[in-house]
């Protein structure tokens, strides 16, 4: 069988479920899930967030037996990295390269405060090698980890300072724009658009940032 594929048929049979069933519950087609137990293919991490949810267990009860996941929340949705049998852990692209980081300077963001703990979490890995899908890989990932919380917080602090007065998001995202000298399009004004307002929302969290609202704008103001 594939990635879990014995302990789904067991626990589906526990349950008293139907393949049919189970695939409805998932938003998948029944031959999709099927496969699924005859090892044909591997669920998405999705996926297996909706089985471990649907039978009470976690996902990593549901793969300990293969490739161990590490969570990596923050990035992006539902992120994971993994650590093969030979002690090589997969970050996926919760890290950015320093060139990278020097270039764009801000990276995407959805949650700030998970992601932070991701980097601290990354920080404190063991292993024989790390591979991120965005910078070259290394025997220390640490120095990496670290490089990357300390330029969110660098954006942090220059979005509370340009915070001083009053400002509208709009606002803060022009400052930006015209300080790193980035280009503005349809694409960077949504990806870093919503990267700023993550870091808004987390500042305000935190107690740095206020929000008020004056004449129908909502503007953002150090606490």
């Not at 996941?69 to 852990?89: A, I, K, N, S």
């Not at 990932?141 to 340009?162: G, M, S, T």
């Not at 280009?183 to 107690?207: C, H, I, P």
């Amino acid at each position: 069988m594939g990635l879990c594929g014995e302990k789904l048929l067991s626990l589906r049979q526990r349950e008293g479920l139907t393949q049919k069933e189970v695939a409805v519950q998932l938003h998948l087609e029944r031959s999709c899930y099927t496969y699924y137990e005859l090892g044909r293919s591997n669920p998405s991490y999705r996926s297996l967030l909706g089985l471990a949810r649907l039978y009470g267990v976690t996902v990593e009860y549901l793969i300990d037996d293969e490739i161990p996941v590490l969570p990596l929340p923050g990035h992006f949705f539902d992120m994971v990295g993994f650590r093969t049998p030979d002690d090589v852990v997969y970050l996926a692209d919760c890290l950015s390269s320093r060139e990278t980081l020097e270039k764009y300077q801000i990276g995407f963001l959805y949650d700030v405060a998970a992601y932070l703990n991701t980097l601290e979490m990354v920080k404190t890995l063991s292993g024989r090698a790390f591979v991120p899908a965005h910078a070259a890989a290394t025997a220390d990932i640490a120095p990496l980890a670290q490089y990357n919380i300390d330029k969110v917080l660098e954006i942090a602090d220059i979005i509370a300072e340009l915070c001083r007065e009053p400002q509208t998001f709009e606002a803060v995202l022009q400052q930006l724009f015209r300080r790193f000298d980035l280009g503005m399009n349809f694409e960077q004004y949504v990806l870093v658009g919503s990267t700023v307002r993550s870091y808004l929302a987390w500042l305000k969290d935190s107690g740095r940032l206020c929000a008020v609202f004056d004449d129908n704008r909502l503007l953002w103001q150090r606490a």
